[in-house]
């Protein structure tokens, strides 16, 4: 047996014999001293792809990186994924927490800023209240002493003391308003929130066909540095539809603290008033005011002469100021109907509309000044002594209730035919 060292490599699968062999002989590829290479072959195999064991090599280690370059996306993709999540959670959780230390920390400072203000007026309101008591306590003791031997002398005594006594109660009235409006404050409430409050709690069971609004539309006029607005607008419709507009009222709230240095007056505000009038087409203006509380000639309902259409009410007669211009507007609706019947007809019209101007300007000052006058008498015995002070307060809601009623009656029984005869 021989080894055979010579052979020519035909194709992947052939091999040809450069010697003679015998059965038996060997091929010994690690030991071949000639190798001879058909290149064309070969080459010929691999163009056309005829290598199969290239080509499954190929194929599989293709595979497998695309498996290793998918896994790895996949894991970058999740694992960025995660953090980002991770990320989001925590941020969600931290801004959680701040917003609830915000939230508790405005409670707290809240809280106590009333409760500042609380304890400062009712140690104010506790002195005068002492005071008020020390006073009626030497009264009270002075009237024992004296009331045998010194009848004169003791009624001179008594209304001295009745007025020190009316004193102190002014004092501690205007503390626990003072208190009150501190409170308000604290809390957000302020004139205008409870004039908003005291028209809802009327709109209840009435007002159907009118409207309450805040003023929200700044106006700004050629030649104004900046723009204006008033704090509420009340309007009143032909129908609970509001299908028409018969009557616009343009308002503004004014207050001041009752220990303020620098007092406004009303007249302050006029003319910005009747300017926001104007802008919102508005029929009338009402300046709901706490203003002036002191003064001598204050009244509850006082037309400005200066300016058309303008009234200053006090805040618990704005409702009865509104039911008025609201009972206007209805006969006026009422006229208009009456009148496009007449107009029909041939009738002249104009006289009717200048009666009904004339009647319900007279009637609203004859409103104003029954009140002022019942008002004014009521403030002089309210001075005069204390103990009155529960019917005087009852006789001020049964005249207001008169008047409105005595108001309301006029206005509806306003009858053209007496006009066209």
């Not at 370059?69 to 990320?87: G, I, M």
């Not at 959780?93 to 400072?109: G, L, P």
């Not at 006029?221 to 509001?242: Q, R, Y």
């Not at 007809?345 to 509309?353: P, S």
Request: charged residues 35%; proline residues 0%.
């Amino acid at each position: 047996m021989s080894k055979i060292k010579k052979v020519k490599i035909l194709s992947s699968h052939e091999l040809e014999l450069l010697e003679d062999c015998s059965k038996g002989d060997v091929i010994d590829l690690k030991n071949l001293d000639q190798i001879q290479l058909d290149l064309g072959i070969i080459e010929k195999e691999i163009k056309e792809g005829k290598d199969a064991v290239y080509q499954s090599l190929l194929k599989k280690e293709k595979e497998r990186l695309e498996t290793e370059l998918t896994l790895k996306l996949e894991s970058a993709h999740s694992e960025k994924l995660n953090k980002k999540e991770q990320e989001l959670i925590k941020q969600e959780a931290e801004f959680s927490a701040y917003k609830k230390q915000v939230a508790s920390e405005k409670e707290n400072e809240v809280l106590k800023i009333k409760q500042t203000l609380m304890a400062e007026f009712n140690e104010k309101l506790n002195e005068k209240e002492k005071e008020l008591t020390k006073e009626k306590t030497d009264f009270a003791n002075y009237k024992t002493q004296v009331e045998e031997k010194h009848a004169l002398a003791l009624q001179v005594k008594e209304l001295e003391l009745n007025e020190q006594i009316i004193q102190k109660q002014i004092e501690i009235d205007n503390l626990k308003r003072e208190q009150s409006l501190a409170s308000v404050k604290v809390i957000g409430e302020n004139l205008e929130k409870w004039c908003a409050e005291e028209y809802q709690k009327y709109a209840i069971q009435g007002f159907q066909n009118c409207t309450w609004e805040k003023d929200n539309d700044v106006i700004k006029w050629a030649g104004e540095a900046s723009g204006t607005k008033a704090d509420f607008i009340f309007k009143v419709f032909n129908n609970e539809k509001k299908e028409k507009l018969m009557t616009t009222v343009v308002m503004d709230m004014k207050s001041e603290a009752l220990v303020s240095k620098t007092k406004n007056k009303n007249s302050d505000h006029y003319k910005k008033l009747d300017l926001d009038r104007q802008k919102k087409k508005g029929d009338y203006a009402l300046l709901v005011s706490e203003l002036e509380l002191s003064s001598d000639n204050d009244s509850p309902i006082k037309k400005v002469q200066e300016y058309n259409n303008m009234y200053v009410v006090r805040p618990q007669y704005m409702m009865l100021f509104l039911s008025i211009i609201t009972t206007i507007s209805e006969k006026n609706k009422e006229l208009h109907e009456e009148i496009a019947a007449l107009k029909l007809k041939g009738e002249d019209t104009t006289k009717i509309f200048e009666a009904f101007d004339s009647f319900k300007n007279e009637t609203l000052k004859i409103a104003i000044d029954i009140l002022d006058k019942h008002l004014s008498d009521i403030e002089t015995k309210t001075r005069t002594i204390q103990k009155s002070t529960e019917s005087i307060l009852k006789s001020t809601e049964t005249i207001t209730k008169i008047i409105k009623d005595n108001i309301i009656y006029r206005l509806e029984n306003f009858n053209i035919q007496n006009i066209l005869k």
